[in-house]
């Protein structure tokens, strides 16, 4: 995560895709965000396949 904009220098407090300031866009911030949402899609489709593991297993 980018901490300080390299084009303005504005401190970011998150993990924002552009600069609120200058706009800028901030490539390893969009990286990290598309990782987490990827990371996040995959926890859930493992959540759910344990799910109908264990549901079929009952029957």
Known sequence: ???YC???G???DEEVPVCPKCGAVLE???KAIKVKKIA???FAVIVLILI???IA???
């Open 1 to 3: 995560m980018v901490e």
């Open 6 to 8: 390299p084009k303005c």
């Open 10 to 12: 504005q401190k970011l």
């Open 28 to 30: 390893a911030n969009v």
């Open 40 to 42: 996040k899609i995959c």
């Open 52 to 54: 109908i593991i264990i």
């Open 57 to 59: 297993s009952c029957i």
